[in-house]
């Protein structure tokens, strides 16, 4: 299997922005996340703030997109418009380079190529609720609701711009359930996937 | 991770079937298949073809089971019988030894274990819809009539008696598209798992 991009999506608080950040780092390629959003930001002259809320969740789910709807760019909804420079940065990085890319459908956008693994990474809702309370701290929304929240959103964006179902195992080339294998189990049979003979 | 004992779950065509026999053989440990239907048929009395059917299939999918519908074995439809010997059946073998089980919702009835690897093996439509012919040879239905007809009667049967989706990538520890890694990458990458450091 030769593939040169992964794309990893996630559930909330299941360590996958962690793994894909470890696995980048292993392989010795750029791990695209945060950096996108500085990308996009330069590019479309949003905030970065509103990049990185509104990229991955639901299509005005953010009170100040309203304020764009029916005057966005274009013709298109502010949110539509962050789609399509999304989509097209996306393509250019697969373009360019080997790396992987955490998040933002970018295994939908990329489902044309053949070097691309997609990859969904969970694990139960316990595990996850423990994590974001380690990773993220404590706040007034008890972790479960924390938890419901932002994985509605991803789903309900998924489902808006892909027409797909969000952690439906078809989706992607493999699942992995964080919490079977761990962090660094999961980057490391990622990272043998990558490099072995499969 | 340490697991004793390995469940496959499939799409009709992925070739999941082949993948947990190799498995098993390359493990050394026993793949329980058809080996399953004959310990059940055994058990229960009720005759090979009639398990095969049923115990994966939709409840009172197989023209037969109705007949006994209000007059089976114990006050249960044999459909229910069938699936509460099923259920012993398995979790006897799974505290009996290291094996490997295909289907039959095994997942689902060894859920509390905690030496159990939940695997769920796919392939894009197309791909399997090439297989069936191949291993099965060609019927009077076009293969993806006949591929969406199984897919629907082994999701019904899972809904039915685990309440859970299947396919969901949250149901498995892992998911694997076998037209990405291919049936030999298929058995190594889990080879590797079960036996490997992560």
Redesign the interface.
Known sequence: ?KKRIVTISR?FGSGGRTIGKQLAEKLGVPCYDKELIEKLAEQTGLAKKFIEEQGEYAPASHPFSYAFVGRGVNGLSVSDYLWNEQRKKIQEIAEKEACVIVGRCADYILRERKDV?NV?I?A?KEERAKRIVEVYGETDTEPLKRLRDKDKKRAVNYRYYTDQEW????N??????SS???I??SV??LF??LTG??
Not at 167 to 170: D, I, K, P, V
Not at 172 to 177: G, N
């Open positions: 299997m559930e693994l969904f969970h139960p952690g439906r195992a078809q992607y080339h493999l699942t992995i359930d079977a294998f761990g660094e189990g490391n049979l043998n996937i003979e499969e």
